[in-house]
């Protein structure tokens, strides 16, 4: 159970969330990923592990199933491509896959998702992280049912791009 992180531990992916990491208290988290965090306020933070790998896919994938709730967190205006990443995010459709309930700073695209389709909660910073992780536990059930509805239908791209693919033979096949 918990909260996780995965993805990069570099500056610019989680420079915000550096800045402004003694925001948040009794919230175990645990910060997933493989670059070294340099950052000596990480070490400061009794509620923050900090796991370094380079996992395959499939042990990323049972890795991350281990937690409960998935921090999304991207750098706030400092890496204009990095705040702007909105749904090319893989760790966010990961943890959706999983039926993992996300928290998401309040980035374009993905906190506008998230709010849309009830996928879990958007935070401003890191203040209020403890408020959305209580949030999200005290309706967990809903958060992942809607999760499982929502993905199947609109985020599992097998299954929503197979009408385009099959369109896009039978057209080369002069069926249509």
């Known amino acids: 159970g918990g909260l996780i ?3 990069s531990l570099g500056q610019d992916v989680l420079g915000s969330f550096m800045d402004n990491i003694n925001e948040f208290q009794d919230i175990p988290i645990t910060l997933s ?3 070294k965090i340099i950052d000596t306020r990480v070490k400061e933070n009794s509620n923050i592990k ?3 790998h380079d996992l395959s896919q499939e042990e990323y994938t049972k890795f991350i199933s ?4 998935a921090l999304i ?3 706030d205006k400092q ?3 990095v705040y702007n990443i909105g749904l090319a995010s893989g760790k966010f459709f990961k943890h959706l896959s999983l039926g993992q309930p996300v928290i998401v700073n309040n980035v374009p695209g993905l906190a506008k998702e998230v709010r849309k389709n009830k996928l879990g909660v958007v935070i401003n910073d890191l203040s209020e992280l403890n408020t959305a992780v209580r949030t999200i536990n005290t309706n967990y059930e809903f958060y992942v049912q809607n999760i499982k509805k929502i993905y199947e239908k609109r985020y599992d791209y097998q ?3 197979k009408d385009f693919f099959d369109f896009m033979v039978n057209e080369a096949k002069g069926i249509i």
Do not use: A, F, Q, T
């Open 73 to 75: 967190w991207y750098s």
């Open 159 to 161: 299954k929503v791009s």
């Open 5 to 7: 992180y995965s993805g």
């Open 79 to 81: 890496d204009d491509n």
């Open 33 to 35: 990923g493989w670059s």
């Open 66 to 69: 281990e937690y409960d709730i």
């Open 50 to 52: 900090v796991v370094v």
